[in-house]
Structures are given as C-alpha cells and as structure tokens.
Nanobody, 115 residues
Framework: QVQLVESGGGLVQPGGSLRLSCVAS????????MAWYRQAPGKERELVAS???????NYADSVKGRFTISRDRPKNALYLQMNRLEAEDTAVYYC?????????WGQGTQVTVFS
C-alpha cells in the first residue's frame, strides 16, 4: 500500500503564491506518474498538472504559466508551486500516484483564494 499526505494549502489573496507538497510512503516503487488534481464545490475533479518520470510535465490550460509541478524522487515527494493565484483556483487539491501496483490518492488540502 501507498499513503499520500499533502500539505501547504491555506488562505491567500489573489495574486499570491502557495506551494503544495505531497509525500508518498509505504510500498513506493514502479511509479509511472504523479499528478495534482483539484475539485471545486459543485464541480468535477480535474487534472491540474502531471509529471511522468522526472521531467515530462503536462498542465491544464487554466494554470499554464502560473503553476509548476516538480518531483523529488529520493524523497518520494511531489510539489506544486502556484503563483498568481486567482479566485477560480479555490478548490481541494489532491495528490495522485500511479504505479505498477495501482492508483493512489491523498486526502486533499484546501486552497482558498479570497479578496
């Protein structure tokens, strides 16, 4: 089993920045991809950014140029640097890991952008 624990969420004003972290523990091997998803109230969960291997990244159009996903393999950690945050970024952010053994989700961390 793999456990994912996110941190770094919080309250921020528009234009501000936050950095989300996700640490994987347990039987972490054969990782195919890691990603950040988010779910806003009344909306479906959506992909924010993903990373395959160490440097193949993909972003939702709505966050391109503002968010950066990165991974620290030795630490089994995933990060999401979020800059120029907007009210529309308000959501619960979930860490996702896909491996040869299955798919795993974190419990989520709340990000609220308010003015």
């Amino acid at each position: 089993q793999v456990q994912l624990v996110e941190s770094g969420g919080g309250l921020v004003q528009p234009g501000g920045s936050l950095r989300l972290s996700c640490v994987a523990s347990g039987s972490v091997f054969g990782v195919i991809a890691m990603a950040w998803y988010r779910q806003a109230p009344g909306k479906e969960r959506e992909l924010v950014a993903s990373i395959i291997g160490s440097d193949s990244t993909n972003y939702a159009d709505s966050v391109k140029g503002r968010f950066t996903i990165s991974r620290d393999r030795p630490k089994n950690a995933l990060y999401l640097q979020m800059n120029r945050l907007e009210a529309e970024d308000t959501a619960v952010y979930y860490c996702y890991l896909s491996s040869v053994r299955g798919v795993y989700w974190g419990q989520g961390t709340q990000v609220t952008v308010f003015s």
